[in-house]
């Protein structure tokens, strides 16, 4: 990631984390793209990484493979956490 690229994942963690279990119908695909199109003039960079996932799953990437590509690429600690945080509740729903 360029240095002068600066993320802020705060208020991004809990708008994911909302519509993620407040509204678990949208599903996780749609609450990044909720998310992202939220944030998208206050956060432009985040949105941007958010892109990239939504493009890649459809490409056939798996969500959790993409997910954890933006953590590599950002190496922002809070969406280090959000990933986590996601992947487990993935994993309990298959369940």
Do not use: N
Request: with cysteine.
């Amino acid at each position: 990631m360029p240095t002068g690229r600066k993320l802020f994942a705060g208020p991004f963690l809990k708008r994911l984390i909302c519509w993620w279990y407040v509204r678990g119908w949208l599903g996780p695909g749609f609450a990044i793209q909720r998310v992202a199109a939220e944030i998208r003039i206050s956060q432009p960079e985040l949105a941007d990484e958010l892109d990239i996932v939504i493009a890649e799953t459809r490409a056939g990437i798996d969500r959790h493979k993409a997910l954890q590509r933006m953590v590599e690429r950002t190496g922002v600690e809070d969406i280090k956490r959000l990933v986590s945080t996601l992947t487990q509740s993935m994993r309990l729903e298959q369940a």
